[in-house]
């Protein structure tokens, strides 16, 4: 476990948050995810039509003298969220109609930049007892980066597949936790706004890296704890309540985290800027040599002028691969390899690692390479010996 300031990772801080986050460095946190007090400002209890009790967000942490003492309450977190926030990172704030607009107002005064309102659609929600109003069936997240030019996380392609292909939208239709998800204590909600973990699933996975920081000034019943874990992230959570603060611990003791080769986010890898013809121009790729399909049953020889000879057939890396394959299209880059020191190498491999080397965007450590087997040193197509081939 590593310390952020005073605190140790991966775990649950009883106090209060401004004080708690006052103690840690400016720019430490990479993502942070706020489910602060509603300020429900609830009077009383409320009755269903059989007049048994439903079961309300009364708790004591969520009274606020006034409209005024619960803005100060939120500038002061608000404002040490922002120092603590790295450039890299974004913020979460969830919230209902009697907090959110206040909350984003503050948000914008202190500079943070929205970048988005997600509408959690609550397919099961309480209906209105009363009958007085529409019923409340959606919470608001503001999702935010610390400035404008902030150069924030965020997995495009992952939430788009996780939508079937279609651009993940920013109304999400998740179910209210209920069931088995949410915790007892003698046979009573052990927390009364645990949020469901579809909601944290989807804010940690699109919005930080397997490795991450992530902080939740407003724990709970640790659902953001619970699902950092299991998603390889480190965290950090601040909750002033013991009770609750045992409970998420309970919950953090049973969550196994996944195997880092599931979490990896494979379908965000950037395709380099690297042609087959800047691989020979370096000799990576050497002209008169085979390359061969991974089950090595066909072979194809490179050309100078960067096509490739396989018997008849001549063409990019591409079309030779589609002939071969009798269709239409075909990606050579997915299909040929080069033989190093007895072992196949796919091209594509080699792109990344000329990428890596002689363009100055892909950031260090996004990918790791078969080392020892592509060129080490200075090599083109001018000075390599015919013998190495
Ligand atoms: C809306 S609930 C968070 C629920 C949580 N997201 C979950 O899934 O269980 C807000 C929590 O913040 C805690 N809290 C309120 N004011 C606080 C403060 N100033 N510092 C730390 N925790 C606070 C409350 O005790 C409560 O558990």
């Excluded at 914008?108 to 997600?118: A, G, R, S």
């Excluded at 002033?240 to 919950?251: Q, S, T």
């Excluded at 589609?322 to 880059?333: M, S, T």
């Amino acid at each position: 476990m590593t310390k952020i300031g005073e605190f140790q990772t991966n775990s649950i801080i009883q106090g209060d948050c401004v004080e708690l986050l006052k103690k840690l460095p400016d720019n430490s946190v990479d993502l942070i995810f706020a489910d602060p007090p509603y300020n429900l400002q609830l009077n009383g209890e409320l009755y269903r039509p059989n007049q048994t009790k439903v079961d309300a967000v009364n708790d004591e942490w969520d009274k606020f003298d006034s409209m005024q003492v619960y803005d100060e309450f939120c500038k002061q977190w608000l404002s040490e969220c922002h120092r603590v926030l790295k450039n890299t990172g974004s913020i979460w704030v969830i919230g209902t109609y009697h907090n959110i607009f206040r909350v984003g107002a503050i948000m914008q005064d202190l500079d943070f930049w929205l970048l988005n309102d997600i509408i959690w659609v609550k397919t099961n929600p309480m209906p209105n007892f009363k009958g007085t109003r529409f019923n409340n069936a959606h919470e608001t997240l503001i999702w935010a980066t610390k400035s404008k030019n902030a150069n924030y996380t965020f997995h495009y392609h992952s939430m788009k597949v996780m939508n079937d292909d279609l651009q993940m939208r920013s109304d999400w239709l998740i179910p209210i936790c209920s069931g088995k998800e949410r915790i007892k204590v003698n046979g009573q909600k052990a927390h009364s706004t645990q949020k469901p973990a579809e909601l944290l699933y989807r804010v940690i996975l699109s919005t930080s890296n397997i490795g991450d920081l992530v902080l939740d000034p407003f724990s709970g019943s640790g659902t953001t704890a619970a699902i950092a874990k299991r998603l390889g992230r480190r965290f950090i959570a601040f909750e002033k309540e013991p009770f609750y603060i045992k409970v998420a611990n309970d919950r953090l003791d049973k969550i196994t985290p996944l195997e880092t080769p599931l979490l990896e986010y494979k379908i965000e890898k950037r395709k380099p800027k690297v042609s087959f013809g800047n691989l020979i121009e370096k000799g990576y790729v050497k002209i008169g040599e085979t390359l061969f399909s991974k089950d090595g049953k066909n072979m194809a020889t490179v050309l100078a002028d960067s096509s490739l000879q396989s018997e008849d057939l001549v063409g990019s890396i591409h079309k030779v691969s589609a002939r071969l394959l009798k269709k239409e299209n075909n990606n050579g880059w997915s299909f040929w390899y080069v033989k190093r020191d007895g072992v196949l190498l796919s091209i594509d491999e080699l792109r990344y690692h000329y990428e890596k080397k002689y363009h100055n965007n892909r950031k260090d450590g996004e990918i790791s390479f078969h080392q020892n087997i592509v060129p080490e040193h200075e090599v083109t197509f001018e000075n390599y010996e015919h013998n190495e081939l």
